[in-house]
C-alpha cells in the first residue's frame, strides 16, 4: 500500500540529524586539527642538566643544550615537525652581542638539535631582547630604540642562526624594514634557501608576560609599544603583512591569537601566504591556572581554542599546548 506523503512540517531543516553521533559530526566536521599543524616552543639556557620548570607556565621548561635531544625526539615521535627556538644568554649587553656570536646559545642548540633530529624542523627566533641589558628588541640610543641601528645586528642574528643550520628564521622584533635587510643579507651570504618566517603583525600585548619569566626579557625601561602594534588597529596589521610579503617574508604571522582571531580571519581572506598564528604564553598560562583550580575542562578548553585559531585561517599554530594537543588528537580525545 502506498504511504501518502503529507507537507513538511517545522522544521524543516533538521541541523541535529548529522550531530546525533561521534561519527556523524567527525564526517562533517569542517575544521580538522594535526599535529603537523603546531610548532612547539623551546627555551634553551647554559649550564647541563638544566630542567627548570617556568612557574607561570606549568609544563614548560628552561632547558640546557644537552637536554634537548630528548626533548627533539619527543616532539618528532609525537608527529609535531617543528620547534621555535628562544635563547636564554650566558651575559647581556647594551647590543646584546650573544644573539649573533658564532657560539650563542641558540647557536649551539640549533646544532644539537639537527644532530638529534635532522628531520625535525628547527625555527629560530631573530629578536634582540633576550640578549640585552635593557631587555628591549634593539638598539637603544638616547632612551629610544634606534630602529635603523637595530637592522645590521638583527639581520646578523638571522645570518649566524642559518650558518648554524636553522631551517626557518622568525624576526619578532617589529623593527621596520628588518624583513628585507635579513633577506639581503641571506641571500648575499649564500642562503637563498633559508624562509623568512615574519612576527608581521606583532601586538603590544599584555599576554606575553609568562613569556618575559622564561626568557627573562622584560624591559628595564618604558615598554615595546613605540615598535609593537596597537591592539586596536586592524587596517594597520594588513599594511604591515603586506609590506614584509614585500619584502620577502615566505610566512607571516599573527601574534598573539586568542584575542585577534579576527585579524587572522582578515589575513587569510586577504593573503595567499602560509600564516601562523602564535597561541602566547599567557593564552596558555590562563587555561593552565584555570585548569588545575578545576575551574574549566582544560583539554577540551584547549583543543577549542587550538581549533578556533585554525578556523580563523591560521596554517600554522605555534603552541606550548603542542605536545600534549598532539598525544590527544592521538588518543582521540
Same mark, same amino acid.
Given at each position: 500500500?502506498?504511504?501518502?506523503?503529507?507537507?513538511?512540517?517545522?522544521?524543516?531543516?533538521?541541523?541535529?540529524?548529522?550531530?546525533?553521533?561521534?561519527?556523524?559530526r567527525e564526517l562533517v566536521?569542517?575544521?580538522?586539527?594535526?599535529?603537523?599543524?603546531?610548532?612547539?616552543?623551546?627555551?634553551?639556557?647554559?649550564?647541563?642538566?638544566?630542567?627548570?620548570?617556568?612557574?607561570?607556565?606549568?609544563?614548560?621548561?628552561?632547558?640546557?643544550?644537552?637536554?634537548?635531544?630528548?626533548?627533539?625526539?619527543?616532539?618528532?615521535?609525537?608527529?609535531?615537525?617543528?620547534?621555535?627556538?628562544?635563547?636564554?644568554?650566558?651575559?647581556?649587553?647594551?647590543? +646584546?652581542?650573544?644573539?649573533? *656570536?658564532? #657560539?650563542?646559545?641558540? &647557536?649551539?642548540?640549533? !646544532?644539537?638539535?639537527?644532530?638529534?633530529? $635532522?628531520?625535525?624542523?628547527?625555527?629560530?627566533?631573530?629578536?634582540?631582547?633576550?640578549?640585552?641589558?635593557?631587555?628591549?628588541?634593539?638598539?637603544?640610543?638616547?632612551?629610544?630604540?634606534?630602529?635603523?641601528?637595530?637592522?645590521?645586528?638583527?639581520?646578523?642574528?638571522?645570518?649566524?642562526?642559518?650558518?648554524?643550520?636553522?631551517?626557518?628564521?622568525?624576526?619578532?622584533?617589529?623593527?621596520?624594514?628588518?624583513?628585507?635587510?635579513?633577506?639581503?643579507?641571506?641571500?648575499?651570504?649564500?642562503?637563498?634557501?633559508?624562509?623568512?618566517?615574519?612576527?608581521?603583525?606583532?601586538?603590544?600585548?599584555?599576554?606575553? +608576560?609568562?613569556?618575559?619569566? *622564561?626568557? #627573562?626579557?622584560?624591559? &628595564?625601561?618604558?615598554? !615595546?609599544?613605540?615598535?609593537?602594534?596597537? $591592539?586596536?588597529?586592524?587596517?594597520?596589521?594588513?599594511?604591515?603583512?603586506?609590506?614584509?610579503?614585500?619584502?620577502?617574508?615566505?610566512?607571516?604571522?599573527?601574534?598573539?591569537?586568542?584575542?585577534?582571531?579576527?585579524?587572522?580571519?582578515?589575513?587569510?581572506?586577504?593573503?595567499?601566504?602560509?600564516?601562523?598564528?602564535?597561541n602566547v604564553s599567557g593564552?596558555?598560562?590562563?587555561?593552565?591556572?584555570?585548569?588545575?583550580?578545576?575551574?574549566?575542562?582544560?583539554?577540551?578548553?584547549?583543543?577549542?581554542?587550538?581549533?578556533?585559531?585554525?578556523?580563523?585561517?591560521?596554517?600554522?599554530?605555534?603552541?606550548?599546548h603542542a605536545k600534549e594537543?598532539?598525544?590527544?588528537?592521538?588518543?582521540?580525545?
Amino acid at each position: 500500500m502506498l504511504k501518502t506523503l503529507t507537507p513538511a512540517r517545522f522544521p524543516a531543516a533538521r541541523f541535529r540529524r548529522l550531530r546525533r553521533t561521534g561519527l556523524l559530526r567527525e564526517l562533517v566536521q569542517e575544521t580538522n586539527l594535526n599535529p603537523k599543524d603546531f610548532v612547539y616552543p623551546l627555551f634553551v639556557t647554559h649550564g647541563r642538566d638544566v630542567r627548570a620548570e617556568v612557574p607561570s607556565m606549568p609544563g614548560v621548561y628552561n632547558l640546557s643544550v644537552d637536554q634537548l635531544a630528548g626533548e627533539a625526539r619527543e616532539v618528532r615521535d609525537l608527529g609535531i615537525p617543528a620547534v621555535l627556538l628562544f635563547g636564554l644568554p650566558a651575559e647581556k649587553d647594551e647590543v +646584546g652581542s650573544e644573539a649573533y *656570536a658564532p #657560539d650563542g646559545i641558540v &647557536q649551539q642548540a640549533v !646544532r644539537a638539535l639537527k644532530e638529534a633530529a $635532522p628531520e625535525l624542523l628547527v625555527v629560530t627566533d631573530v629578536c634582540l631582547c633576550e640578549y640585552t641589558s635593557h631587555g628591549h628588541c634593539g638598539v637603544v640610543v638616547d632612551g629610544d630604540v634606534d630602529n635603523d641601528r637595530s637592522l645590521e645586528l638583527l639581520a646578523n642574528t638571522a645570518l649566524s642562526q642559518a650558518q648554524a643550520g636553522a631551517d626557518i628564521v622568525a624576526p619578532s622584533d617589529m623593527m621596520d624594514g628588518r624583513v628585507g635587510a635579513i633577506r639581503a643579507i641571506l641571500d648575499a651570504e649564500g642562503y637563498t634557501n633559508t624562509p623568512i618566517m615574519a612576527y608581521a603583525a606583532k601586538y603590544a600585548s599584555a599576554f606575553y +608576560g609568562p613569556f618575559r619569566e *622564561a626568557a #627573562d626579557s622584560a624591559p &628595564q625601561f618604558g615598554d !615595546r609599544r613605540s615598535y609593537q602594534m596597537d $591592539p586596536p588597529n586592524v587596517r594597520e596589521a594588513l599594511r604591515e603583512i603586506e609590506t614584509d610579503i614585500q619584502e620577502g617574508a615566505d610566512i607571516v604571522m599573527v601574534k598573539p591569537a586568542l584575542a585577534f582571531m579576527d585579524v587572522i580571519a582578515r589575513a587569510r581572506e586577504l593573503f595567499a601566504h602560509p600564516l601562523a598564528a602564535y597561541n602566547v604564553s599567557g593564552e596558555y598560562a590562563m587555561v593552565k591556572a584555570a585548569g588545575r583550580a578545576g575551574w574549566i575542562d582544560e583539554q577540551r578548553i584547549t583543543m577549542e581554542i587550538l581549533t578556533g585559531i585554525k578556523r580563523a585561517g591560521a596554517d600554522i599554530i605555534i603552541t606550548y599546548h603542542a605536545k600534549e594537543a598532539a598525544r590527544w588528537l592521538r588518543e582521540g580525545r
